[in-house]
């Protein structure tokens, strides 16, 4: 495929040129270039030769191999949550149910939300998503009124899969099972779709480097969390969106990540690094019409939600104001091992966590100001993803919830970000890895499971994994000579209007804040 690429070497504009993407010396070719990859080749025959034909197969392209071992490693990850929708006779009389006897959930280590949320959530009811309420008693014996508790397009997807199982489950004709059975696998489906359209959109982004996305498709955390919860969906708008402003559709672009913030939250958070580089390139009426194209498509998909149902829309925030700190973060970390009671002491399961709220705000808002401070100042501009990592990653870092599945955020980022396959791939192994000890925590000490600590340890491990991470980011925003994506004399493949631009920062910016010279 040949496809025009915009750089600016020499003027103030950028001059468009023809790059032949089918070309071996313009694709990168791991098996010669990264170790990891070249040792591994050696299994089906070694690297490939200085005379292969590149890039002129018709069927198997990169893409195309990229999302069958998508499929493979999806389709590891439903056998590893198969064993928690199996059935057994468990009900009066010899009913058919659910078999989760002897905490099987946890000791096959195949929980997933989607599971329980199916009843939790009054879907097997045929409830209609934040209209549907329900009283529960939180830990201290309080009533709570309860609703879906989760943004707008997932309790929707959620609403539409259940509708899919229940005409799915009326057909005379089709293979029987239990509604949660046959519910779990609407939902897996959907979110499998999802992560191919993550693997596509990343492999576009990753222009030469294609094969970069690869570690996308292999992830391990593909197999772990893929269908733990849906935020594959997420993963899904926020790769589009990236794409659609790689592909110069500013408006496209935000009306993706608006969609993808009414889904998960993280998403929007991406607005922030394009508006910081933006500035810089004095690109900033581009920005406005993402952030015009977010704000209608997030509002369009809320409002009527919020409008008909006013306290089911708001449960979401409702919710996370009011949840303690999460097993998974760094609060509860530090608690585990210190015995800290915490910013506000002990709570009550009904009392709302208002200095922690506080202190994870304003963590995260120093973590915004010092990637906004990074993106202005480097010497040269950062990369669109190099700093959208950096904010996610702050993001969970400094958050009161890191649910596991929430990494799966980082995958897509952190592959097009830095390149480095057996540093993503370390860090990507330890992730996964925190399930094993997670699941034995949440058995119980009383059910042979593992004390507190010995989860907290690992969860420990990977949030240090995640700090260096960053750290490599940071050292090769400051030393683009170190930054492969960037070695052939690319800008930034994600960049949009933003690659090959020239810096151009307001004169009302301090002079403090303005490009470093070149060393």
């Known amino acids: 495929m040949v496809e025009p690429r915009f750089v600016a070497p020499t003027g103030s504009e950028p001059r468009e040129v023809v790059v032949d993407q089918r070309s071996a010396d313009w694709r990168d070719l791991p098996s010669r270039t990264d170790r990891l990859t070249n040792a591994l080749s050696s299994v089906i025959g070694g690297p490939i030769g200085d005379h292969a034909v590149v890039g002129r197969s018709r069927f198997f392209t990169p893409v195309r191999v990229m999302l069958a071992f998508a499929v493979v490693f999806m389709a590891l990850g439903w056998f590893g949550k198969a064993a928690c929708i199996q059935q057994a006779p468990i009900g009066p009389d010899g009913a058919v149910g659910l078999d989760w006897a002897g905490s099987r959930q946890y000791v096959a280590m195949c929980y997933s939300d989607t599971v329980p949320l199916y009843g939790a959530e009054r879907l097997n009811q045929g409830a209609f998503p934040y209209k549907k309420s329900w009283v529960e008693s939180n830990a201290d014996g309080v009533p709570q009124t309860r609703y879906m508790e989760y943004p707008v397009l997932s309790g929707l997807y959620q609403y539409v899969a259940m509708r899919i199982q229940k005409a799915w489950s009326a ?130 998909v809320n409002a009527p939600i919020a409008l008909l149902y006013p306290a089911g829309w708001s449960e979401f925030f409702r919710l996370n104001t009011d949840r303690h700190a999460d097993p998974d973060s760094i609060y509860n970390v530090i608690s585990s091992f210190t015995g800290w009671p915490g910013f506000d002491g002990n709570l009550a399961a009904s009392d709302k966590p208002v200095i922690l709220n506080a202190v994870s705000l304003a963590l995260f808002v120093a973590v915004c100001l010092g990637v906004a401070y990074l993106a202005l100042t480097a010497p040269q501009r950062p990369r669109v993803m190099q700093l959208c990592f950096l904010l996610v990653a702050g993001f969970l870092l400094t958050n009161k919830v890191w649910s596991p599945q929430y990494s799966l955020w980082l995958v897509p980022l952190a592959v097009l970000a830095i390149p480095q396959r057996r540093i993503l791939l370390a860090w990507m192994t330890i992730d996964a890895l925190v399930w094993v000890p997670r699941m034995y925590y949440y058995l119980g000490v009383s059910n042979k499971g593992l004390p507190e600590q010995w989860f907290t340890a690992t969860v420990l491990v990977r949030d240090l994994a995640v700090v260096a991470l960053c750290a490599l980011v940071i050292r090769q925003i400051y030393r683009p000579d170190t930054d492969l994506v960037r070695e052939d004399g690319t800008d930034d493949p994600v960049g949009g209007v933003l690659d090959g631009a020239p810096d151009a920062p307001p004169r009302w910016l301090p002079e403090r804040l303005r490009p470093a010279p070149v060393l």
């Open 171 to 300: 057909a005379p004709w089709l293979p029987g099972g239990l509604q949660v059975a046959v519910y779990f696998n609407v939902v897996a489906l959907g979110l499998a779709m999802a992560w191919l359209v993550t693997v596509w959109a990343s492999s576009m982004l990753a222009g030469r480097r294609v094969w970069d996305a690869a570690l996308i498709a292999c992830s391990p955390l593909v197999i772990v969390h893929i269908f733990t919860n849906f935020d594959a969906l997420a993963t899904g708008f926020a790769a589009a969106g990236l794409l659609a402003w790689a592909r110069r559709r500013p408006l496209l672009a935000g009306v993706l990540l608006g969609l993808g913030g009414a889904t998960k939250f993280y998403p929007l958070l991406l607005l922030g690094p394009l508006l910081v580089l933006c500035v810089r390139a004095d690109r900033v009426k581009t920005w406005l019409s993402t952030f015009i194209g977010a704000v209608v498509a997030w509002v369009a």
